[in-house]
Nanobody
């Protein structure tokens, strides 16, 4: 059974850090482009970052550039999102996904996790 399971979300104060994990089972992540997305209440799901196994390319949305870092552990079949200098506007449900295109478009991804809540508040 193909599954992506996110973990690591929670409540953090502004300026704090969290590391999200996305563990895959039933398939190998390094054959895919792995992305992180987020969806805030009342807003559309938006792309945050992706990492590509084919050429090692990494991309970040402007809103998180310089604060978030995506990485992958092939041995653990897991993708991470290190989030630093968190802001209240980063509050959202965060999803990991796998697809075949280097893109932050939601429609380009075929496998999705269930999401993990990140709340940034004092």
């Amino acid at each position: 059974q193909i599954q992506l399971v996110e973990s690591g979300g929670g409540l953090v104060q502004p300026g704090g850090s969290l590391r999200l994990s996305c563990a895959a089972s039933g398939f190998t992540l390094d054959y895919y482009v792995n992305g992180w997305f987020r969806q805030a209440p009342g807003k559309e799901r938006e792309g945050v970052s992706y990492i590509s196994s084919s050429d090692g390319s990494i991309y970040y949305a402007d809103s998180v550039k310089g604060r978030f870092t995506i990485s992958r552990d092939y041995a653990k079949n897991t993708v991470y999102l290190q989030m630093n200098s968190l802001k209240p506007e980063d509050t959202a449900v965060y999803y990991c996904a796998a697809g075949f295109y280097r893109s932050l478009q939601v429609t380009r991804y075929i496998y999705w996790g269930q999401g993990t809540q990140v709340t940034v508040s004092s």
